[in-house]
C-alpha cells in the first residue's frame, strides 16, 4: 500500500482556514492574530514557543511581540494521519509506503513507526515514484533539510544557526539528519555527503 500525503502547513484556529502563522479571526476576536506554524499532523499547542518574539513591527499599524505561545493549531490534514495508522492495521502485516512532501520539514514521528518505508516527496511525478518503488530506478536522494525530532526542537532552534535541531531517529537507529538518505543497500556515503554532511 503506498500513501501520498499531503503538506502540514495548512492549520485550522475556531472556524477559520490559515497557512503562514497569521489569523484574522484570532485578531477580531481580541488577540494579536499570530499563531503557530505546525510540523505536525496532529494538533499542536506551541507550549515552548517564546514567552516573547524576536520579530515584529514598531509601526502603529502593526504587532511589535507577535508571540503565540499557548495558542493551539488543528492541521487541515490530519485525517492523513489516520489513513496511515488505518492502512496499517488493515494491511494485516503487508508493507505500508508513506511519501509525504517535503517542501517544508515535517515532524514524520507522528508515522514513521507505521510505515515500512518512507519515500521522501518533493514534489516529483506518480510515474518517477513508481520507478523507485518497483525497483526499476535506486533512489539517490539526500534530505536538504533537517527533519525535526519535535516541534519542540523546532521553536527551541537558533534562526541563525544552521544544524541545531535534534533529528528525528527511526527505528533502525538513522538520524533524519541533513544530507541523509538511504539506497537499496545501505546509507548513502558518496562525494555529495562527505562535503555537506555535518560531522557530529
Same mark, same amino acid.
Given at each position: 500500500?503506498?500513501? *501520498?500525503?499531503?503538506?502540514?502547513?495548512?492549520?485550522?484556529?475556531?472556524?477559520? $482556514?490559515?497557512?503562514?502563522?497569521?489569523?484574522?479571526?484570532?485578531?477580531?476576536?481580541?488577540?494579536?492574530?499570530?499563531?503557530?506554524?505546525?510540523?505536525?499532523?496532529?494538533?499542536?499547542?506551541?507550549?515552548?514557543?517564546?514567552?516573547?518574539?524576536?520579530?515584529?513591527?514598531?509601526?502603529?499599524? %502593526? *504587532?511589535? #511581540?507577535?508571540?503565540?505561545?499557548?495558542?493551539?493549531?488543528?492541521?487541515?490534514?490530519?485525517?492523513? !494521519? %489516520?489513513?496511515?495508522?488505518? +492502512? $496499517?492495521? +488493515?494491511?494485516?502485516?503487508?508493507? *505500508?509506503?508513506?511519501?509525504?512532501? !517535503?517542501?517544508?520539514?515535517?515532524?514524520?514521528?507522528? &508515522?514513521?513507526?507505521?510505515? #515500512?518505508?518512507?519515500?521522501?516527496? &518533493?514534489?516529483?511525478? %506518480?510515474?518517477?515514484?513508481?520507478?523507485? !518503488?518497483?525497483?526499476?530506478?535506486?533512489?539517490?536522494?539526500?534530505?536538504?533539510?533537517?527533519?525535526?525530532?519535535?516541534? /519542540?526542537?523546532?521553536?527551541?532552534?537558533?534562526?541563525?544557526?544552521?544544524? #541545531? +535541531?535534534?533529528?528525528?531517529?527511526?527505528?533502525?537507529?538513522?538520524?533524519?539528519?541533513?544530507?541523509?538518505?538511504?539506497?537499496?543497500?545501505?546509507?548513502?556515503?558518496?562525494?555529495?555527503?562527505?562535503?555537506?554532511? /555535518?560531522?557530529?
Amino acid at each position: 500500500m503506498i500513501i *501520498v500525503l499531503r503538506g502540514t502547513l495548512e492549520v485550522t484556529v475556531g472556524n477559520e $482556514k490559515r497557512t503562514l502563522g497569521y489569523s484574522e479571526e484570532d485578531a477580531a476576536s481580541g488577540g494579536i492574530g499570530y499563531v503557530p506554524i505546525s510540523l505536525k499532523y496532529r494538533p499542536y499547542t506551541a507550549e515552548h514557543a517564546r514567552e516573547h518574539s524576536i520579530a515584529g513591527d514598531p509601526r502603529a499599524s %502593526d *504587532v511589535l #511581540d507577535r508571540a503565540y505561545r499557548g495558542k493551539t493549531v488543528t492541521t487541515h490534514n490530519e485525517s492523513d !494521519l %489516520d489513513t496511515v495508522l488505518e +492502512m $496499517k492495521e +488493515m494491511m494485516e502485516g503487508k508493507p *505500508v509506503i508513506v511519501s509525504p512532501p !517535503l517542501s517544508n520539514p515535517a515532524i514524520v514521528a507522528e &508515522f514513521e513507526a507505521e510505515a #515500512d518505508a518512507i519515500v521522501a516527496n &518533493f514534489g516529483l511525478q %506518480d510515474q518517477a515514484l513508481m520507478d523507485v !518503488l518497483s525497483g526499476a530506478f535506486e533512489p539517490s536522494g539526500l534530505l536538504p533539510m533537517q527533519m525535526p525530532a519535535d516541534m /519542540k526542537t523546532v521553536e527551541e532552534q537558533l534562526e541563525d544557526v544552521a544544524h #541545531d +535541531m535534534d533529528c528525528h531517529v527511526d527505528s533502525e537507529g538513522h538520524v533524519y539528519d541533513f544530507a541523509y538518505g538511504l539506497n537499496w543497500s545501505c546509507v548513502i556515503n558518496d562525494l555529495r555527503t562527505a562535503k555537506y554532511r /555535518k560531522t557530529r
